[in-house]
């Protein structure tokens, strides 16, 4: 029922900019935090970037300076800003939501199918 569809990922030169969005539907009451993660081949899955319902946004050190994290609530849509980016940025990025679907219900953590990001040297 609540669907997180990603876009905007791909293949890019290191140095180069890419931007990710993630855009929520489904049967949504509110939507708090949204955020970016990031798992590369052997690794666990990081936080890259969160913000809140507010737009109070927080980064992973390895991306600060270079990652901008902005959200349209109208739209229930969270961008992801790469800039300078590194051939260690290479990953596949999900976004998630912390959201209410339902009155009177808890919030739950939704995910979305990630998005594949190349960085080539």
């Known amino acids: 029922q609540v669907q997180l569809v990603e876009s905007g990922g791909g293949l890019v030169q290191a140095g180069g900019s890419l931007r990710l969005s993630c855009a929520v539907s489904g049967s949504i009451v509110s939507i708090n935090a949204m955020g970016w993660y990031r798992q590369a081949p052997g690794k666990q899955r990081e936080l890259v970037a969160s913000?809140?319902?507010?737009?109070?946004?927080d980064y992973a050190d390895s991306v600060k300076g270079r990652f901008t994290i902005s959200r349209d609530n109208a739209k229930n849509t969270v961008y992801l800003q790469m800039n300078s980016l590194k051939p260690e940025d290479t990953a596949v990025y999900y976004c998630?939501?912390?959201?209410?679907?339902?009155?009177?219900?808890?919030?739950?953590?939704?995910w979305g199918q990630g998005t594949q990001i190349t960085v080539s040297s």
């Open positions: 913000i809140t319902s507010g737009g109070s946004a």
């Open positions: 998630n939501a912390y959201l209410i679907n339902k009155w009177f219900s808890p919030a739950n953590t939704y």
